[in-house]
Every structure is written in C-alpha cells, then in structure tokens.
C-alpha cells in the first residue's frame, strides 16, 4: 500500500480497514486511476472520450464508425440490430464470440451462455457507454481468453440512441462537469426508459425485450451513473429486488456473486465498490446503508428489476457522480471485466441455478396452483440484513441538486480518502409483504387481443382456445379506481376483492395463459390486478377499465380471470 505524505492518521486508519485484501493491494480513491489503464490502442479504434482526453462522450454515428473499426480488426464480432429509433437510429448489439456467434440458435449450441451489457439507457449517464466499448475491444481482439472461452458477450453501448443525440451541454447536476456536450435522459417521446420494463409503451422497449426474448441472456447488466453521493465506493451494485422474482438467482447474487466480485474488482483493479444504496442520513457518521434517496425501489419499472421475473441474474451498476468522467469510465470498466470474469469460471454453475430456478418455477404451480396453495407477493419493501462496514465522507455536506428539490451533496464536498464507518444498519434486503394466490393459467376474452401482444412482448407463452372452455376460478370486483401519485407517475390503482366462481364458460378463441412456464413469475406479477407495479399499475389495462365503467359503478370485474381447474366435460 502507497500512501500519500500528507494523509491524516484518519485517512491512513480507513485505507488500513478498507485494504482488506491479503495482499497489499493499492487502493484508488476519489479521482485517482492507474498511469495507463486504458492500454494503447491504433487510433481507429480508440474511443471518443480517449481521443478527447474524457472530456467528449459517444454519439450513436460515432458508435457505428467505431464498430465498423472493430470489425475490421477481429474475427470475432457480430452486430445485431435491435430496433430502430422513432428518430431512425439504429442501436446496434455487439455479439461477441469465439468462434464468432450470429445467431440465437448457434449461441444455444455452443451450450456458453449469453451475457448482455448495456450502457446509456440514460445518456447523461455515459460511462458505462464508454467502458463498455473499451471490454468489447478487449474481448474482441483476444484480452481476457478465459472469458470468451466460455461465454458469449453483447454489448448494446447505447441503448437510448435518440437521447444520445441530443447533444446539450451539461449543467453539472450529475456531479462532475464532464463530458461537456451529452445527451438527455430522456427518449424522443420523453419517456424514461428505465420506467418502461412492464408497459413497454416504447419502441426502444420492444426493440431490447426482443433481442432478450431471442437471445436470451444468462446475465443482463445496465450501467447509470449517481449524482454526487456521500459514500466512498468508486462503483455499486444492485440486483433484481422484485419478491414476486424466483429467489435462486438473487441469492446467489447477493451471498456468492457480489461479495467475490467485490474483491476481483479490490484486487486486480485497486478499486473499493459496494451495494447500491446511500449513506443515511445525509450526515456524518450515517446511521444506515439504505435506497431511501436512491430512487431504487421493490417495482418492476426498471430494466433490471424485472429481468429478474425471468428467472435470470440482473446488475445495475451507479457510479458516482463527483469524480472525474475518465474515474467513473474506469470503475465501470473494471467491475464489468471483473464480473465477466467471474461469470466465465462460474459459468456452469450459474446455468444449473436458473435451470432450477425455471424448472422450480414450473413445478410449484404444477403443485400447487390447482389445491390453492402457491402463493406469490405482490408488493414488498426494504429490511434490515443486519450491520455492516461502510465507507462514507466526514466532509460530505448536504446541498439541494441544481435546478430540484431533492437533497444531494455539495459540490467539492465529499471527496478524497472516506473513513469507515462500523454497525451501519444494512437497510437494502428486499422483503415480500402483500400475497395473492398463484393459478393454475390466467383466461382472457377475445377482445384483450392487446393485453396478449403485451404479454408475448415480455415472452409470456399465450394461446387462444380452439374450443369453448367451463372453468372454476376467482374473479377480482372492483370496488374504486384510483390514480395514486408515485415516483412522478400516476398509477392506476384498483381496490376491491376476489370471489370465488363456480363454473364460468369461455367461448373458443379466448386467450389462455397456461401458468406451468418459466414466465409464470412474471405474468402473475403482470396480470395480478393488486401488484404493486404490473399492467393495472402501468395503464396497460386502462381503455378496458374505463370501457368497463370501473370506477364509476359498482361490481365491475377485473378484465382477467383466475383459473383454479378446468371443469370436466368442458
Ligand atoms: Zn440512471
């Protein structure tokens, strides 16, 4: 370990406790990065904030150029395109393999599994974008072996390719005032897209649930950037906290991924990284290790909270935002090649844990469905997982973001070596509260032709009945409709209850949706008219409500019935 001359006995005291590692590993803090860490590349494929010296982020043509570069000089790159932009951009999917891989049938051949990054699904938060182009160039001509050894790698660098080319000038409220020119958070319809996960109301959306629904990733991770925090982790990490989502892969996540991970990242690349959340209260010494001003919560809207419904590993990555951008593009570089790394000597194992995660999934509603008993959340909420360690600021001062109302940290507070603070309490363990009964299959009639197409959207498998069919069930009376203000969005909130149904006959041509899938998590988590974000919540549901008069007369019924067994004879 290096110290600088000038540090404090305090600053030396939290380098000692943070440097837990058993070898003398040097620690990064603040703005510090290794002399040459980026490697020396021929000027092609050099990225643009390298060529600019981090002061200029990638716009989508550039990404495209670039690309063009990369496939010149290895034959390991594929390009699919996943959609193209209401504003007719195309975001490009890197596919990396060795051999080279282009297709979703050759990918399922090879037996390595798929896994996916994606960076600027916000384009002020433009770091992943970049550390991402730099593990495709590692990957791509031939750095890391082991890990194209066993896997297939994608990387779509810029999702949000209309935000991207918006090209405004930055006004500092991220943290940071690089890279100077950027792009809105925003997409051409000033939708965020990582509130879109469930409703899938844009064409960018689709555009990834498509490529995942074909690919169909092992992993998928989504790098963001914080604003200034009061913490001093160089990146964090979150994963799927949905309770409605199988809890095998999370787990794993949390117990084996994340603390291993944690250390590759300490070790090889100097770097103290940990779990999504902040410092509270926004004071020193913090009491909690929580998401209460993270805006990271127990809902499906994001990307990477409902990947977990699938049955799959998710990572949000959040960099913070008062380092300079070429420290924020390396943190985000070295936690992906340290995971990657990870995953590609863990590979197998993590293929067994979703395979018995989908099989689980599938057998508890074989069991269960028909007698009643399966039972799955609706909603949840943050607990306590117990004390921790956490590295935090003496010097962080709280100040209001420029231009809100909501509490960050001054600028050039915050800063330089943290100290560690002990018996934080960890506030971030995700907790199922409200239950409701999981079916046998969920019935819909003919007219919910739309609510269908959404669910094949998520690659929920959906029939339409060939001939009529009698079941017994439960079906949910709706008492009020309300509009109930959340996060910026009024959702669309039902309360009523659930009656049982004896016998109640569908017509042929009825949409059925067998629950003995592996989306079955997913499609109960959508469908169920009380959860606490799914299709009700997100107005998928409201021209039929409205249509029903829901709201304004008593005994409507929810549009989606319950399926307990089919009626014999039927
Ligand atoms: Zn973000």
């Known amino acids: 370990m290096r110290i600088r001359r000038t540090a404090s006995l305090l600053v030396l005291l ?24 980026a490697g020396v590349w021929a000027p092609d494929l050099l990225t643009v904030a390298e060529r600019t010296h981090y002061t200029r982020t990638v716009s989508t043509i550039q990404l495209h150029e670039w690309i063009a570069a990369l496939k010149l000089k290895s034959d390991k790159v594929h390009v699919v395109n996943m959609f193209t932009s209401p504003m007719r951009k195309v975001a490009p999917a890197i596919v990396i393999g060795s051999p080279r891989i282009t297709s979703p049938q050759q990918a399922r051949q090879s037996g390595k599994p798929v896994v996916f990054l994606l960076g600027n699904i916000h384009p002020p938060e433009s770091e992943a974008a970049e550390a991402l182009m730099m593990v495709a160039r590692d990957l791509a001509t031939g750095k890391h072996k082991a ?22 000038t930055q006004d500092g409220s991220l943290g940071s005032e690089t890279p100077h020119i950027q792009g809105i958070r925003e997409n051409s319809q000033g939708l965020d897209l990582n509130r879109d996960a469930v409703k899938l109301a844009t064409v960018e959306g689709n555009g990834l649930a498509r490529t995942l629904n074909t690919w169909d990733p092992l992993l998928f991770l989504d790098g963001h950037l914080m604003s200034r925090v009061n913490h001093g982790y160089a990146n964090t990490y979150g994963t799927t906290t ?160 420029p231009g809100t109302s909501l509490m960050s940290t001054k600028a050039g507070t915050a800063s330089g070596v943290p100290e560690t603070v002990h018996n934080v309490d960890d506030l971030t363990k995700p907790v199922g509260t409200r239950t409701a009964w999981v079916p046998r299959a969920y019935l819909l009639t003919a007219d919910m032709a739309d609510i269908a197409e959404k669910l094949r959207a998520h690659n929920i498998k959906v029939t339409v009945t060939d001939k009529a069919m009698r079941v017994e069930g439960e079906e949910f009376v709706i008492d009020t409709l309300r509009k109930v203000r959340s996060a910026g969005y009024d959702m669309t909130t039902l309360d009523g209850a659930f009656r049982k149904v004896a016998t109640k006959e569908f017509p042929a041509g009825s949409f059925y949706v067998d629950m003995a899938q592996p989306m079955a998590n997913a499609t109960f988590y959508y469908l169920e008219p009380q959860a606490r974000d799914g299709f009700v919540g997100w107005w998928v549901f409201d021209e039929h409500l409205k249509q029903l008069g829901a709201g304004n007369k008593s005994g409507v019924v929810y549009p989606v019935f319950k399926v307990k067994a089919n009626k014999a004879g039927s």
């Open 147 to 168: 890990v194209l050894d066993n896997l297939i790698v994608m990387i779509a660098p810029v999702y949000n390719v209309d935000g991207t080319d918006t090209f405004v």
């Open 242 to 401: 949905v309770p409605a989502a199988a809890p095998g892969p999370r787990d794993y996540m949390h117990d084996v991924l994340f603390p291993a991970v944690r250390e590759m990242t300490r070790k090889q690349f100097g770097l103290e990284v940990f779990s999504h959340a902040l410092a509270t209260p926004n004071t020193f010494p913090p009491q909690a290790w929580s998401h209460d001003r993270a805006a990271w919560t127990v809902e499906a809207k994001f990307v990477v909270n409902d990947y977990g419904l699938r049955n799959r590993f998710a990572i949000i990555t959040e960099t913070p935002g008062q380092p300079t951008f070429e420290r924020r593009i390396y943190a985000q570089y070295a936690y992906v090649t340290a995971l990657l790394e990870y995953v590609a000597a863990h590979a197998k194992d993590m293929q067994a844990i979703v395979k018995a995660a989908d099989d689980k999934t599938v057998a508890d509603v074989l069991a269960g469905a028909e007698a009643g008993t399966l039972r799955n959340f609706l909603d949840g909420e943050y607990q306590s997982a117990g004390k921790i360690d956490v590295l935090a600021y003496r010097t962080n001062e709280p100040a209001y973001k």
């Open 14 to 37: 939290a380098s000692l406790a943070a440097a837990t590692s058993a070898h003398q590993t040097r620690i990064y803090w603040a703005d510090e990065v290794p002399t040459g860490w």
